[in-house]
């Protein structure tokens, strides 16, 4: 393009395109090759043809960022909350045509737009004469007028009319709107691209629901949740007026085939879903009877139990689906649904196959110790695909797995929008390291790191997911196709999406493969620091002291008590002074945990928690990159090398501290995050929500901010650090409000965990008076969630046990039995069941009425 003022951009194209055709473009601005700069990708501008053959558009427009109101443009608002039918414009025959678009992001899924203006031709500004317009495409809309019959300054205003009944129209806010015709020679189309129409309208909010699918439970569901139940859900979700529902992440995990598969985070493919989800009422009836009947007996079993019994549930349903597979996988596998299925997903689908089938013939997922295929082979991968060869044969019975999968999953989706309900998935920050991506994909994995997270709330020891951290160098080579062709597949289920744990878009709390805590970790990337700068702050810095464990006398009687001597003689080598050290067999945290590996008694685990302290106190940890660099150990001033500092020295050590921890990397993981997430964000029409909990720098809510991406408060655990309760009138509107995530206690548990707690939040937050009750009574517990449900906060999604936390006749009586998970158990058991059946809650008349009246009462819809 060119330009002479710098501020207007020109270009002429000839371009031959039939009419009723478009063309959808963007601006980009580059620097010689590269490209510096794009606007928003996810709604281009759109130039419709729809004027005779052979006319001569003059076009106007102007560059578009990412709008305050991106959100509008997702599918959860077009496809679901406020989804209205596109269209084209009609064609024309005028001989000049002025054309006029914009965007209103605000109307409802009632609602049109109009054009009312001055002179005859745009009707005298009688609102019974309003112009209907064309929505092109989403929220944007369109109107071709005939140039003869107008002015040269035509003045007008767009307003909203209702669909169904045409009332008093709404009508934009600001003054008229003014436009300057040029000369319109014949055959010539001027197009003006004018700014958003702003209608007097409060913006949107909704409550939802928030429940793994592994929860649900129906009448007719097989011991756990599948897609079948998630139509029921969304079915109860719309009659109470809640307008979304999430779920935890979808994919299968099976590893082990075990009840520690239960663990929804860990998943072996970041495509495939989770055979267990696999509604078999929606799949053909078994032929043989007697088998039928056998399997009828045992659903009604597994289903009337109180919590899932994942093995059970899960061989029961690989063997129903392998009888299944045996009497109708050859037909399925025949019809036109199943070879565009397997065309379109054939990329992951036969790795993952191939995956699953050497899994269970080598009886492991850890490829690496497979006696064969530590790589899957092209010619392999290429024999899979063909249904003719013996390798299809042995993987095929995956193949129909996933079909069902997908059919039944996207026409819950379908469902969901047919009910103007948002689905909203998850994608978890990690993928298994017996997994098929790091198999097929190793390049984007750094499989000798442990992602986790730093020491909070959750666990004092930092938690540690096991999961390879990320080659974001190798991702970013291919412009993060990896991130991109993941999040699309999502978008194929869902039309919102919460990223887990965010931070690790910014930076990754990576922990060394021979640690078990998170507490020897380190942020990745980050600015590690020198021996230089560290003495700078005044702190003289002694290599072998700070960096390697410190182990005195006195620390060990602290620890171990009468058992010190014990553990000097067995684990430790005598160093100096009164100063030991590990003996190189017992030296990191994973050789201690292989000797102690089977043991349980307390004794025992006391002795190996022990050791594990011994071998993280360390005031630093040297950079793994770069061995001339090192970073403060997180959350040390809680171990001994810290209180063995002089007082000068720790408050050096502190000012240090702080500076590294919360304003060294702050710019450096802003660039970081800034280089992938606006890739992935704009990868799909999503809704983009994210959970910022933990140790947050203070660059995340720029980039959130920056990116429209919908943060997560919870008012127990303020943001602000100098507040004990979050104040929920602060809420931000781009963000999600809730009560307790899965990986917190319920609201009815945390009532009771802390009486001092619950008894200032009941004073000052909830400003009554007196001795707050114990435990949470049902009238309380609906007045904190209407509380929540009247904050400023777009979304208010709350657990389901949370919803029913207000029903003392319908919620479950035990609360402890409640919990989804606790974090600080890595080997926790994700079993927890709705108690009452879908069907039972959509019977539940008065404590349904009770969710709608509070939502319409909220101002939610």
Sequence with gaps: MTTLDGLHWMCEMNKAEKSAAHIDYYYTVMRGDHEQRHEWLVIPHRLEFAAAKGARYMVYDHWIDIPEDSYMYSTAFTECVAARTQKMSNLTSYGKTVRLKVRAPQLRNNERLALIGGGETLGNWEAKRAIDMAEHENNEWVISLDAD????????????????????????????????????????????????????????????????????????????????????????????????????????????????????????????????????RQLPQLKDEKLRQEYEVLRKS?????????????????????????????????????????????????????????????????????????????????????????????????????????????????????????????????????????????????????????????????????????????????????????????????????????????????????????????FSPSLGMTREEIEAYGLHFQEELFTKPFIADWTLERIFGERAQYVKDTFLDHAHD???????????????????????????????????????????????????????????????????????????????????????????????????????????????????????????????????????????????????FGKLSHNPYRSVDTISTHDMSTLRQWWDEDEEQTQTYYNTTLRRGGAAPHPLPGWLAKDIVSRHLTSPSMLCLLSLQDWLSIDEGLRLPDQNAERINIPANPRHYWRYRMHLTIEQLLQADDFNNEISTLIIQSGRK
């Design 149 to 280: 019959k107008l002015p040269r300054t035509i003045e007008f205003k767009f307003v909203a009319l209702d669909e169904e009944v045409d009332v008093t129209p709404l009508w934009e806010n600001g003054m008229n709107r003014t436009v300057e015709l040029p000369e319109i020679a014949d055959g010539e189309v001027v197009v003006y691209e004018l700014s958003q129409a702003y209608f007097p309208v409060y913006p949107w909010k909704g409550a939802g629901t928030v429940i793994p699918i592994f929860s649900l439970r129906s009448e007719g569901s097989f011991g756990v949740g599948d897609f079948g139940d998630l139509k029921l859900m969304i079915d109860w979700c719309d009659k109470t007026k809640q307008r979304v529902l999430q779920v935890l992440p979808i994919n299968d995990t099976n590893i082990t085939h075990t009840w520690q598969d239960s663990y929804p985070y860990n998943s072996i493919s970041i495509y495939a879903l989770h055979p267990q989800y696999t509604d078999l």
């Design 302 to 522: 597994l289903n009337a139990l109180p919590q899932i019994d994942y093995e059970r549930v899960n061989n029961a349903k690989m063997e129903y689906l392998r009888a299944i597979y045996a009497q109708e996988g050859a037909k399925t596998m025949k019809t036109a649904a199943f070879k565009q299925f397997f065309e379109q997903n054939k990329e992951w689908l036969v790795p993952y196959a191939a995956f699953c089938h050497y899994r269970d013939l080598y009886g492991t997922a850890t490829f690496q110790d497979w006696p064969d295929h530590h790589e899957l082979p092209d010619s392999e991968r290429e024999a899979m695909s063909k249904s003719t060869t013996k390798l299809y044969k042995e993987v095929a019975f995956w193949y129909y797995v996933q079909f069902n999968l997908d059919q039944q999953m996207r026409a819950a989706h379908a469902y969901a929008r047919k009910k103007r309900v948002v689905l909203k998935g998850d994608i978890p920050i990690g993928i298994s390291r017996d997994g098929v991506e790091a198999w097929v994909e190793p390049k984007y994995f750094n499989l000798n790191g442990q992602a986790g997270a730093p020491p909070d709330a959750f666990s004092a020891n930092g938690q540690n997911w096991g999961f390879p951290t990320y080659n974001w160098d190798a991702m970013l080579e291919d412009g993060c196709s990896w991130w991109v062709r993941r999040f699309r597949k999502m978008a194929e289920y869902f039309d919102a999406y919460r990223i887990d744990h965010v931070l690790g878009f910014f930076r990754i709390w990576e922990i060394p493969i021979d640690a078990v805590h998170g507490l020897l970790g380190q």
């Design 578 to 724: 009164d100063i030991w050290q590990m003996k190189p067999e017992y030296d990191t945290q994973r050789k201690v945990e292989a000797v102690f590996k089977g043991k349980t008694d307390e004794a025992d685990l006391n002795l190996r928690d022990g050791l594990y302290a011994l071998i993280s106190d360390v005031l630093f940890v040297r950079d793994r990159k770069n061995k001339d660099k090192f970073h403060p150990r997180i959350g040390v001033q809680n171990d001994f090398i810290y209180e063995a500092l002089w007082d000068n020295d720790k408050f050096v050590f502190n000012r240090l501290y702080n500076d590294y921890f919360y304003r060294r990397n702050n710019q450096f993981w802003y660039t970081e995050a800034m280089k992938k997430m606006p890739r992935l964000t704009q990868a799909t029409r999503m809704l983009v929500c994210a959970e910022d909990l933990g140790m947050v720098p203070d660059c995340v809510p720029w980039v959130m901010n920056e990116l429209r991406i919908l943060s997560l408060e919870i008012q127990s655990m303020p943001k602000d650090p100098t507040t004990r």
